[in-house]
């Protein structure tokens, strides 16, 4: 039975780390990209400061609606790209809760044919 050599026999008796991103434990653990198709309804949206904004309620290609409260008219629309990512039901976004209000996301974006899916 053959063997495949060892990294460390690999690079002449050294052992060397992995390259940043890529581990020989398995895939990376921590928040994964969100890509709107993937995000599920009822996931937890959290700023990054960990404030909790509320949950999904709605995705569309560009923006997902955030309720914060079942049959609130307070709800958040959130781009796409300002989600970091996510892990179990949480939904990361990029910036803290407190900023989501100052870029104006409690205002639905102008529409266009886009459903929801």
């Known amino acids: 039975m053959e063997q495949t050599p060892s990294r460390a026999a690999q690079s002449g008796g050294k052992e060397t780390p992995d390259p940043p ?7 990376p653990r921590g928040p994964q ?3 709107a198709t993937t995000i599920p309804m009822g996931a937890e949206v959290c700023g990054a400061d960990g404030g909790r904004l509320g949950r999904v309620a709605a995705v569309w290609p560009a923006y997902v609606l955030v309720e914060t ?3 609130s008219s307070a709800d958040y629309w959130v781009p796409v790209d ?3 990512g ?3 039901d949480v939904s990361a976004l990029t910036v803290a809760h407190g900023e989501v209000v100052k870029r104006g996301w409690t205002e639905r974006p102008p529409g266009g044919s886009e459903q929801p899916r």
């Open 86 to 88: 996510y892990e179990g």
């Open 82 to 84: 300002a989600i970091a």
């Open 33 to 35: 990209p969100a890509p």
């Open 69 to 71: 409260a079942p049959g």
């Open 21 to 27: 991103g890529v581990s020989s434990e398995g895939p």
